[in-house]
Structures are given as structure tokens and as C-alpha cells.
RNA sequence: GCCCUGGUGGUGGAAUUGGUAGACACGCAGGACUUAAAAUCCUGUGAUCAGCAAUGGUCGUGCGGGUUCAAGUCCCGCCCGGGGCACCA
């Protein structure tokens, strides 16, 4: 009897489905373990090889887990509001909520073919108004809150309501506008507008304005993918930045909370890393530069406020560079610059952020206008860059060619004299930015290091009153609306310029349906366009919807309550499960993702609804896998088409060509006339007989023709042997590209495990003899390091000792029952299907899923020798077997008396003799 | 530009803490079984030099230096590929 795994795994399939052995209970006398995926967007293009990889592994880790005594919770379900359904609609006329149905649909069935083992009694979907209620009700918990700083959490907005009542805003500076400051008194007069706009600005939901991509050809906000080179992705019609009513996210205030946390998670040091630079926590100075009045000026601000992380600086700055966006620009630009400086005004607007910050072209242009530096008072020229941003620190800076390589390449193209401070440190064509130099040209630095400098210089500005010490970071408060029909309506109206919340009895606010998804009016989304739905009572509803992120902040809470109708998870629920043990998924969502849904975390914790402020325990980043695509060579201006290793002697087009159409590299140049109509005549110039096509690793696109399905490989395979192969491409950490041949590999190993138990022609032929040690050996030793290596996510040579033991085995001619079952037990999370097969027909009851895993008997795998590596001055020349209880001088001995030892020594004595125990020997020479 | 990450045979990769580089597979070559094929099994397979052979020498983990008895692994400087950079998810 064959190993038949087409029939094997249906049956399995549905098995395991009538017989619900994947549901997990909330009450368990085992202890929990919850793995869990980074759930999909359920895009049209379905599943290709490289999507399972994470969820292969976290498969394999939750059913180790299981055998391994735990009640583990393994969910699965779908991110499912998003711009490419809405992109759908408006190119095919089919509504976002049906073309998700039908890719999840899709997703579902290609899922299932795998052997998953999702408890999808728990499925979510994030576009469900079931689930998105949820997502609006924590959206009113985040706008009923601020961050109290003195206490360090969130709070309730009454509560400041309260404390602006008794002492008003003194003891709680605004985080919106630090500036304001208001007594009890003034804020028992302020009006019902004037008190919302300042509870606005202490919100952790808020609105504010903010730039966006504006296309007015297509009248509607682009991200910032869809804007390429300064014209939209779709028309090429110009893009602008414009000012537009943005909620926001103050996730500003959680920064510290954010950063600390990192410390008490497994995340990789580079994950964390990413976190940390984006969270971007500097210290520095805030330093006042006072304006020299130019001509035209007539504004009541007088002082250029910059930001630097290098107070000791201070006395190198040779000019001042402003964001093109600083409010103070209009006031700077003086005659007789007025004219380059607005005509670069307008360049700059013309480009993204991206473009900015990438962009190694220098360019900038000078105000018309001085600064007085407030210790020397010379006057020093402001110019305007793109390279500040006005975003970050005060959207200005001073400007320190010695000792910073922008200002310096920026200085050097517009011939700005250079002030040294560092004497031979700066060499003149290069800036250093090193902190070890002792200053001169310093004023009141001079003969300090640099390092020392900083504190005297914060020091001295704070007690003249030209500045202060800022703590800065990086991250921006996170914009949360978009102009877009597909995702969560906010549950707000607005009355007289208010945000008023819907009462929590009305949610959810369902997304009503829409045919037509054009752009509101004014840069509104299409919800711009429905006045029945806008119109709120006596308000106006808010049209804006909520960002992707949104549903996929919360998600794994809702996982462990997701039928709940009274709260968005059940305190009970959470203290139960807590964390997520492990969370599988890609870098891509280093920063977005992991850093919105750790911040909401920590609210809800602060609220008072969860046990726990981070999410996530433990994190695994899984690689991606690319695709292999193949190329042909078209000569030019004909249908002939040359072999790779021939095609130097033509001008050829390159073209890909699918990849089921090749063979290796190999074309099957039949099967390929068959492709396009435009290939049908095509002929070719052979290499020795075949059509060579070239490679290139890519990422995997339909575009590419590289796309392999993951249903084929079953298909052709099963589902056992494609979870295995997939392992077995390199660690899942990893990007590494697919190539369907090796496949054949992992398939034979199977067929090899089944021939252990079932012969062809003989049936079963397992037997009940007592195992030798050489087999408990075997079994042992492939049983320890899958235990291990499954631990610590190194599946891929779990897959290789799986290989390494059955070999053995059969070598050992080994059908012994004891053995073999404890082999497959260990096997199961990795081929679920063939085990439970082979557990039924050798004779057990009930599934497999549930057995303890197996464990080591050390016995059997206790060395008395070893087989050392002998080197010479680091060579190995030799290999001595040698006990491994022997002493120094024994090995010392035994070496010197080896003859290969002896030829390499020609009659000298070693100088040094080392012998690491259970490693290696090196004798040096 | 900034941040992160990777580079080992013809290919995917292994080497967990500085200790036998290339495990395990794919591919390829040769052989067994078969009328034949498939399947299966066996042998060989980093490069190069010497040798009929057993075997032995040299080189070898992107490049150039360094530390060490010993470096794929640690340090310094470079080159190349991939991902992220806030409205793709």
C-alpha cells in the first residue's frame, strides 16, 4: 500500500473539522499558550507560497505546544478594510464588502487545503460592524481620555474637566499647545467652543490639521504610494500638499511608556531597535535666536526658536536653516531675495516627504534675512531647506558645518564661510562629528570638551533665558482618519464647530452602503456624498473613516472573547489568556502595526480593562519568500528568441515568462507558443538543444509571472509534505527565494517514514520486538533536537534531523512500534495528516493531537568518547578518538605519540598544547 | 539620505557560546532492479595540484585589513542585494 495523501489528508480534514478537536475552551486545567499570526488583509490575488511561511510555523508551534501539555489558543482572521477593496470598486464597480467576501472565501479554502489547526469558531473580521463596534468604542474611550503625566497614564476627560475647575490648567501643561495657560477663573468663563477646544488639545483622540497629498484632477487624498515624482500613481495629474481636519492619535505621550516596554519583551534587538529610532528620543536645547528686523517685517514674533542635540556647538553656527513650512517663512523672506525664495517655496510643495528626506541634491535658498546669535550677537543668515522638516523638534535649526555633514555639503554649495571650533579635529573638507574635541571659537566652551560642554552650555542658556533643555522625539502623533469610504465611520457628529460622541447605545455606527465611491466634496471622503447619512440630528456626522490600522490594534484581545456582546473582550477573557505568547509576523510591520496596537494596549490598561500593557511576549519576524522568475531574450524588432548563454551575441528584450512553462531553467518552448497569441510563431536560437532561460530573484508578483499557488503544490504534493518543504527553505527569520524542485526531497522523506510502517505489498509491518540501544539512540537523539530546535524556531533543522532519524532508522531496518510511535507524535505538528493516519492504523483510538510529547531518555544517549579534531598551528590534520574523562597530560600523551602528529612536529617539541574538552585539540608548533 | 537586514559549493541551506566549514536536501554523474519507464536502492560530488590508486598538498564562507593557539562566527574599513521611512497592509 502506497502512501495515498490525497485521500489521507481529506480525510483528516474533515475528521478533525465534524469531530471539533481544534475548538479551545476559555477554562482549562492546562496552562495557556496563545500563538498567534498577524492576521491578512484578504487581498484578490489570493494566497501564494509565500504567505504560509508564518502561519506554517506558528501552525507547528501550537500543536508542539498542545503535545506538550497546553491549552493553546490559535486564531485566525481577516484585516478586511483597506484601499485596494475600495481601488476594486472604483475600477470594477463591485462593492468593497462583496469582492472581501469572496477573497475570503478564496483565502478560506486555500487556508484549509493546508491542515491548520485555527479554532475558527473565533474568526474576526475586522470590517464586521460586530467587530468594528468594538473598534468605535474604544475610539470614545481613547477621546475620553488625556494623559496625565503627573501619574503617568490615561485618564478620564471629566476628571480634567474637574481640575480645570478647581486650579485650572497650571499643574498640567497642554501637550497640543504648550504655551497655554489658564486660571480656574478664566476657565469657569470660557464658553462651551473655548472649553472643547482646549479639552481637544489634551485628548489622546484628537482632531487637529494636518498636510496631506492633495490631487485636485482627481479631487481626493493620496497616500503617499500613489504619489510618484510629484503627480499622482494613477493620471499623473500634480499633487500638492494641503492642510486638511485630521483626527490624531497622542501617542506622543505614551513614547517613554513605549520605549521602557521594550525592555520587558522578547523582540529581536533589531526590532527593537527599528522602535526605538522611531520613537527617536533625543535631548538637546531649544535656543531663541532673535530676529534682526528686515524691512518688511511686521510681525509681533520676533525670535527663531531651533532645536539642536548639540548645545556645545553652539558658538560653530554660521546660519540657521528653516522647514519650507515654518510659520515664521512668509515674515522672513526679505528683498531682494523674495522672489528665488517663493519660487522655491512652490518646488518644495511639489514634493513628498519621502522625496525630501531621500533626496542627496542640495537645495535651499536664502531668506533676505539675519539672526543675532544671542551670546555674540552676530548676524547670521537664515536660509530655507527642505531638509529640515518642520514636523520635528521647532522646524528650525542652527546650522554647524564643522561638525555636522549636511550643514557642512549645504554650506559648501552655497559658499557660507565655515567657523571651526574644533581646530585640527575639522580638516577642512569634511565635517567630524565627534564629541571628544576640546572647543575653541567657543566664547564662554572655549577649552571644555565637547562632551563636557553640552550641560555648561544648557546651563548658561537657561539661567540667561536663551533657551532651555527639550526632550524631543522623533515620532509624530499618528494621524487617524483617511478621506476613504472602506473602514470604520467614527462614532462623532459635529454641532457648531464641536465633536460631540454618539451615545454608546447607538453603536455600531454601521458603514452604510455606497455604489458610487468618488470623493466627497472638499477633500472629503465619499461619505461626503450620502447628506441623509452626514445629517446627525442637529450636526453633521463625521465622514472621515478610520485609518487600516485601526481593527488590527485590538484584534488579538478580541480573539479571546470574540462573541461577547457586552464589552469588547471580558476582563475574565484577558486575565485568562494575557499575552500573546508568541506573534508571528513580518518586519514590514515593524513600527506601524506593533507600536499602534502596544499603545493601545497600554490605554486600555490604563482604563482600567486589561491585566497587562503589552500585547505581545514574545515576537518571531518571519522572512519572505521571493519569487524565481525566468527570462527570455527577444532579438530585437523580431519573434526570434535567443538562449541565455548565446544571447551576448544579439540586442535583445528581456521578457518574463511564466514560470510553469520552465523547467529548471529549462523552456518548454511547445507549451510556451501556447502562452500569448503573440508567441505563436515565435522561434528560437538552441543551445545545445534547449532553450536556457535566465534567472532573477524578485519579489513574487503576477506581474512577474513568479507566482507559484500554494493549492498546486498540494495538489501535486500534499498538504504534509508542502508544510515540511516550506520549513525546510532556510530559518523562517529569513527572506529566501522558492524553488519548487527541492520539493522532491521532503516528499521521498514521507514516503521513506511511511515504508517504516507499511510495506507494498505487504501491508503493515510493524512489530512488537524490544528496541536495541542503537535505535533508542536514534529515536532519542532526533526526538531531543526536535524538541529544542521547535523551541527556538529553527524548524528548518528540525525538518533536517527528521530526515537524519529516519534514515537511521531504515538503515537499522528498524519496525518496531515503541520506536515509531513516539517518532510520529514528535512528527505531528509538522505533518499533522500522515501521523494521525499512521497513529489509526497502527491500532490507536482517538487523535493523535492530544498524545504527551515524547520524552528523552538520556540513557541511551550518553558518550564515553569522542572523536577529537586534531589541529596543527589550527589545521585539522587528524582525527584521535579519545575518552572523554581523560586529563591533560593523558591527551598530551596520546597526541605526541600519533605518527601524523609526529611527521607535522619533525622532532621538534609543541610549544603549547591545547585541549578543549569535548571539542577540540590544537597543538602549536 | 536615515534605520534594519542579508552575502557560505551548481542550488536551498547547516555549523546554537570563537573550536573538524559544507550537516540535511535539490541538482548532476555513474551503477543496481526493469523488456522499458516510473518508483526505489547504492556510490560519488567545494575548487585546484600531485598520484594508477590508497592518499596527500594548497586554496576556500562578498572584498581589504586586524585580534587569537584557533575566525563563517569578534573588531575596523569597504562593495553588493532586500525591507522600512508615518494615507499599501
Known sequence: MEYQFREIEKKWQQKWIADGVYKVSNTSARPKYYVLDMFPYPSGAGLHVGHPLGYIASDIFSRFKRLKGFNVLHPMGYDSFGLPAEQYAIEHGIPPAVSTDQNILNFRSQLDKIGFCYDWDREIRTSDADYYKWTQWIFLQLFGSWYNRKNNKAESIKDL?????????????????????????????????????????????????????????????????????????????????KKLRQWYLRITEYADRLLSGLQTVEFSDSMKDMQTNWIGKSYGAEVDFDIQSPENYAGDKKVLKVYTTRPDTLFGVDFLVVAPEHELVPMLIANPEQDKAEAYLQYVNSRSERERMAEKKITGVFTGSYCLHPFTGDKIPVWISEYVLAGYGTGAIMAVPCGDERDHKFAEHFNIPITNIIGTHYNGTEANPTKDAVLENSHFLNGLVMRDAMEVALQKLESTGHGKRQVNYKMRDAAFSRQRYWGEPFPIYWKNGIAYTLPIEELPVVLPPMEDLRPGPEGEGPLGNLPDWKNYQDGIREVNTMPGYAGSSWYFLRYMDPKNKETFCSREASDYWGQVDVYIGGTEHAVGHLLYSRMWTKVLFDLGYLGHEEPYRRLVNQGKIGGDSRLAYRVRGTNRFVSAGLKEGYETDELHIDVSLVNGVELDTEAFKKWKPDFHDADFILEEGKYRCGTRLEKMSKRYFNVVNPDEIVEKYGADTFRMYEMFLGPVEQDKPWDTKGIEGVHRFLKKLWRLFVHEEKGLVITKDEPTDAEWKALYRTIRKVEEDTERFSFNTVVSQFMIGVN?????????????????????????????????????EGTILDQPFPEVVSKYLVETAKAYPVAINGKTRTEMTISLDASQSDVEALVLSDAIVQKWLEGKAPKKIIYVKNKMINVVI
Request: aromatic share 10%; proline share 3%.
Open 161 to 241: 474637566e474637574q481640575i480645570f475647575n478647581e486650579s485650572g490648567n497650571q499643574d498640567h501643561i497642554c501637550p497640543g499647545d504648550r504655551n497655554l495657560r489658564f486660571s480656574a477663573a478664566d476657565w469657569q468663563a470660557f464658553d462651551e467652543k473655548a472649553r472643547q477646544d482646549i479639552l481637544m488639545q489634551y485628548r489622546l483622540a484628537f482632531c487637529g490639521y494636518g498636510e496631506v497629498n492633495w490631487c485636485e484632477a482627481l479631487g481626493t487624498v493620496l497616500a503617499n504610494d500613489e504619489v510618484i515624482n510629484g503627480v499622482s500613481e494613477r493620471g499623473g495629474f500634480p499633487v500638492v500638499k
Open 808 to 844: 537511521e532508522l531504515s538503515d537499522l531496518k528498524c519496525h518496531k512500534v515503541a520506536i515509531l510511535e513516539k517518532l510520529i507524535i514528535a512528527l505531528s505538528p509538522y505533518a499533522p495528516h500522515i501521523c494521525e493516519e499512521i497513529w489509526q492504523m497502527t491500532g490507536h
